[in-house]
């Protein structure tokens, strides 16, 4: 095996701090996540964020509603996980915008309003979207 330092092609979104492998055949860039993280979005510091394929959001609406972009130009099988932390979506909720894409196949962006909601959403296809994987709401 060789290992190569490479720089990340701006066309290959990596979830906040997960550890990543890619690889390319000089052509194309793939990846495949070798283990995931999280990310702490707190809504005194963040009140919007874009999501990318594998992220796991923890959300902090303590002080203030949170707005998430789902990826632009998701792949079959992409997920996205968004957590409320703090048990306070019922007071501020969190809009997860769909980004032209549809979620359950339908047009509207999403509204997670319950305390202690936990959310994975997978993509499917470009006429069902984003579906949930789970949903404890």
Do not use: C, H
Not at 35 to 49: E, H, M, N
């Amino acid at each position: 095996f060789r290992y190569v330092a490479i720089t990340t092609p701006s066309s290959v979104a990596i979830p906040n701090k997960a550890v990543m492998l890619l690889k390319s055949d000089g052509t194309n860039t793939s990846k495949a996540i070798t283990q995931k993280s999280y990310f702490t979005v707190t809504s005194s510091a963040i009140t919007a964020l874009t999501a990318v394929a594998g992220d796991q959001l923890l959300v902090d609406t303590t002080q203030t509603t949170v707005t998430i972009t789902l990826p632009a130009s998701p792949a079959i099988g992409d997920e996205v996980v968004i957590i409320d932390a703090r048990g306070t979506f019922a007071s501020n909720n969190v809009t997860v915008e769909r980004n032209s894409q549809p979620i359950n196949s339908g047009t509207n962006n999403l509204a997670l309003s319950t305390n202690g909601q936990a959310i994975t959403l997978v993509y499917i296809d470009s006429t069902r979207g984003w579906a949930y994987k789970t949903n404890t709401a």
